[in-house]
């Protein structure tokens, strides 16, 4: 069956520091992934969509990576600030069948000032 | 400047007692969703519509209901909330549905459902 896993535990850094996230999927050939990103007790706001044609997409501080090889996206955060935290989830999207977004169960950053 | 608002934002029911969460949007959007997202879990989704094209998820149980009577507006009933309904549901909307162009999802701010 289709899976997407992100790290559930917590990832801890520095301020100033860059963060990575991962995003792993099996059984899926998506047409594109996204980020969000989630503050406790709201809804996830979009950040980021790259295609399953792209190797790589910036935008300000955020960098994300697709590698649909190793069924992998990494999602970097450069010059992480305290702002910076809260759950990060990715989303998956096929082109043909299920036309919806599937998520995953998000990563939760903390940065330390 | 909401976007997409959802009403109310904490709903208190007891068990068995049906109970309404709504959404409305500003964004002329087409498609509108519906989540439920428990604690530390991902967001999973209920059901849509496209325009007036309702789509059930497979595994949505027969509790959970929705209606859209036009464009801007959405609802969620739950006939009989049951003490594992308790969760954050979300609303959102996007121009296209999943897989095409311009289909970036904008999320409400979530109504948290507290079943007693």
């Known amino acids: 069956s289709q899976k997407i896993e992100q790290n559930s535990e917590a990832l801890n850094i520095q301020e100033g520091k860059t963060a990575t996230l991962t995003c792993n999927y099996t059984n899926y050939s998506p047409a594109y992934l996204q980020w969000y990103r989630q503050d406790p007790g709201r809804g996830p706001v979009f950040l980021l969509l790259?295609?399953?044609?792209?190797k790589e997409k910036r935008k300000e501080r955020l960098k994300v990576t697709f590698d649909t090889t190793l069924k992998q996206s990494l999602f970097h955060i450069t010059a992480s600030q305290p702002a910076d935290s809260a759950t990060y989830l990715c989303?998956?999207?096929?082109?043909?069948?299920?036309?919806?977004?599937?998520f995953g169960s998000g990563t939760r950053l903390q940065v330390q000032p | 400047d909401a976007m997409v608002i959802q009403n109310p934002r904490y709903q208190v029911t007891q068990f068995g007692k049906p109970v309404t969460l709504s959404c409305s949007q500003t964004l002329n959007h087409n498609v509108m969703y519906w989540y439920q997202q428990k604690s530390s879990q991902a967001p999973k989704l209920l059901f849509h519509y496209y325009d007036k094209d309702f789509n059930n998820e497979a595994d949505t149980p027969d509790n959970f209901q929705s209606r859209r009577p036009n464009t801007s507006f959405c609802f969620l009933d739950i006939r009989s909330p049951g003490l594992g309904d308790a969760a954050m549901y979300l609303c959102a909307t996007s121009r296209g549905l999943a897989g095409g162009q311009g289909d970036t999802q904008y999320f409400g701010p979530g109504t948290r459902l507290t079943v007693l």
């Open positions: 790259i295609r399953e044609n792209e």
């Open positions: 989303a998956l999207a096929s082109d043909t069948g299920r036309r919806a977004l599937t």
